[in-house]
């Protein structure tokens, strides 16, 4: 079992910044992917952006250019730095991790204000 425990969010102006942290414990061993969703009221949760163990990336289209993530492996924790945040980018952003079962944080609200 992994267990993971969100940090970060709040509220921001649009064109502001966040940043997310994600520390994961347990069976952090078999972790190979981690990363972070997002669910936006009324909407299906979407990826945001996910990091491998050999530190490949991927983001959602909309996140490009906008969105950093990085992954500190001796402190298994992942951060999410969002920059040029639009009122869109209004969610509950979920941490998951991939070990191989895909397990789920508990979810922090980011909300940008126009």
């Known amino acids: 079992q992994v267990q993971l425990v969100e940090s970060g969010g709040g509220l921001v102006q649009a064109g502001g910044s966040l940043s997310l942290s994600c520390a994961a414990s347990?069976?952090?061993?078999?972790?190979?992917?981690i990363g972070w969703y997002r669910q936006a009221p009324g909407k299906q949760r979407e990826l945001v952006a996910n990091?491998?163990?050999?530190?490949?990336?991927r983001y959602a289209d909309s996140m490009k250019g906008r969105f950093t993530i990085s992954r500190d492996i001796a402190k298994n924790t992942v951060h999410l730095q969002m920059n040029s945040l639009e009122p869109e980018d209004t969610a509950v952003y979920y941490c998951?991790?991939?070990?191989?079962?895909?397990?789920w944080g508990q979810g922090t609200q980011v909300t940008v204000s126009s």
């Open positions: 347990g069976a952090t061993s078999r972790l190979n992917v």
């Open positions: 998951y991790a991939l070990a191989p079962s895909i397990y």
């Open positions: 990091i491998n163990d050999a530190g490949s990336t």
